[in-house]
């Protein structure tokens, strides 16, 4: 299972901080990222752990501005997003993945929803 939180509605330039809580996954052998989606759009993959090692594989519309990563202990993704703009607005959801098989956003959750006002 996988649980979103901590989406919102924010300014141009503001930051937010989205948190993934993993269940009934092996950290080990699952890979994590998040994609999002807007209405009337496709899916677009926006970040993603390729290896459990810390490679990552980042679409280039948010290189630079979002990161992600991971508190094994915790069992929680992240996804910290900075520098925001209205076409970051979207549902993000977070997404799991056999490690053998990364980035295809294969398991995912609810969803939570970031709004970028201009």
């Not at 994609?35 to 490679?55: H, W, Y």
């Not at 520098?83 to 799991?96: G, N």
């Not at 295809?104 to 969803?111: K, M, P």
């Amino acid at each position: 299972r996988l649980v979103e939180s901590g989406g919102g509605l924010v300014q141009r330039g503001g930051s937010l901080r989205l948190s993934c809580e993993v269940s009934g996954f092996t950290l080990n052998d699952y890979v994590f990222g998040w994609f999002r989606q807007a209405p009337g759009k496709e899916r677009e993959g926006v970040v993603c752990f390729l290896t459990n090692d810390g490679l990552i594989n980042v679409t280039d519309s948010v290189r630079g501005r979002f990161a992600i990563s991971r508190h094994n202990s915790k069992r929680i993704i992240y996804l910290q997003m900075n520098s925001l703009q209205p076409e970051d607005t979207a549902r993000y959801f977070c997404s799991a993945d056999p490690r053998h098989r990364p980035c295809r956003f294969a398991s995912w959750g609810r969803g939570t929803q970031v709004t970028v006002s201009s």
